[in-house]
């Protein structure tokens, strides 16, 4: 590897490491067989420095993963947002995506873990927009279900489950559209591959209730928290496939992408084929709170 990554380092079972000397062995079992669990968090530059955002949850998000599938790390919650919040500082970045990781540091062939070390690391990385067309979005509704929990567990941010994404993102892609929209096994919206969904219809706010095979997101709970403070109403519940054609307006979101208009789902335009109104309004909004121009929840900022 080369080039943008020469000057990031990374954390990895407590020290700090220049990228390019971070190496895996090539047969570690989460490499064969997906098995590593990650988060994917955000820092943002505020008016009183560097912050990351929700930091605590995206930490407990990550324990539940591991505790999932039963992966042990020698790190607790409080060292983990502590390495977090160090590397970040030790990096010196003022927006930044960060991806911990933990996996199992072995070079073996079998797949049971019993007696499998595991290993854990920290990468951040600069980011300012994920999408440069994140207001206007094409979706194309997969033909590819969106993963159960009776096959794979949906609340572990696992690397596994994210083939599913991956071949939902390709088909949308191969055939001209900017993103997938997953569909349930019992035929209901889901989310976007690696991002919630909502829809507006007369003035209120619809998203997948967490029975249709969406993971449990936490900018999706942070819209849900604002919405309830501006007075939107926010309904959960099973969202049909048509009703994305007919909504007035459908965005999806995710601490990467944040908040991004869907313009277009399966070639019917939505809404006026441009950014909606509220959509506009709660993406500005999002983009307050995460700079600690707007307060939710006093706890939501870390400083670095
Ligand atoms: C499958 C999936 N859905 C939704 C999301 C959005 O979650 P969050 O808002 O916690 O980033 C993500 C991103 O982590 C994801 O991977």
């Known amino acids: 590897m080369g080039n943008s990554k020469d000057n990031i380092k990374v954390w990895w079972d407590g020290k700090i490491l220049p990228f390019q000397e971070a190496k895996v062995p090539i047969l570690n079992h989460s490499m064969q067989y997906g098995s590593g669990i990650f988060e994917g968090i955000r820092a943002y530059e505020t008016d009183r420095g560097v912050a990351i955002f929700r930091l605590e949850d995206h930490v407990r998000r990550f324990l539940r993963s591991m505790k999932i599938y039963r992966m042990v790390s020698e790190y607790g919650e409080m060292e983990i947002i502590n390495a977090i919040l160090e590397i970040v500082k030790a990096n010196n970045f003022e927006n930044c995506y960060i991806r911990p990781f933990i996996f199992?540091?072995?070079?073996?062939?079998?797949?049971?873990?019993?007696?499998?070390?595991?290993?854990?690391?920290?990468?951040?990385?600069?980011?300012?927009?994920?999408?440069?067309?994140?207001?206007g979005?094409?979706?194309?509704?997969?033909?590819?279900?969106?993963?159960?929990?009776?096959?794979?567990?949906i609340q572990a941010k696992a690397s596994g489950n994210y083939l599913n994404s991956l071949i939902a993102v390709m088909e949308a892609r191969e055939n001209g559209f900017d993103e997938a929209i997953m569909i349930?096994?019992?035929?209901?919206?889901?989310?976007?591959?690696a991002e919630n969904l909502f829809l507006v219809e007369d003035g209120m706010l619809f998203?997948?209730?967490?029975?249709?095979s969406a993971l449990k997101g936490i900018t999706r709970d942070t819209i849900i928290r604002i919405a309830k403070m501006t007075d939107l109403e926010v309904q959960e519940r099973r969202i049909?496939?048509?009703?994305?054609?007919?909504?007035?307006?459908?965005?999806?979101?995710?601490?990467?992408?944040?908040?991004?208009?869907?313009?277009?789902?399966?070639?019917?335009?939505?809404?006026?084929?441009?950014?909606?109104v509220i959509t506009r309004r709660l993406r500005e909004r999002y983009g307050e709170v995460v700079r600690g121009k707007f307060?939710?929840?006093?706890?939501?900022?870390?400083?670095v």
Do not use: Q
Request: hydrophobic content about 35%; glycine content about 10%.
């Open 137 to 153: 979005l094409k979706c194309k509704i997969s033909s590819w279900t969106r993963i159960n929990s009776d096959s794979l567990p």
């Open 295 to 303: 307060a939710v929840d006093p706890g939501w900022l870390n400083f």
């Open 104 to 135: 199992y540091f072995d070079d073996n062939i079998p797949l049971p873990v019993e007696g499998k070390k595991t290993s854990l690391y920290i990468v951040p990385l600069p980011m300012g927009k994920y999408l440069e067309n994140a207001s």
């Open 207 to 212: 998203t997948p209730s967490l029975d249709s």
């Open 240 to 276: 049909h496939r048509e009703e994305l054609y007919t909504a007035d307006e459908v965005f999806l979101c995710g601490t990467a992408i944040e908040i991004a208009g869907v313009i277009n789902v399966d070639g019917r335009m939505v809404g006026n084929g441009k950014e909606g």
């Open 184 to 193: 349930d096994r019992d035929g209901y919206v889901g989310e976007g591959s």
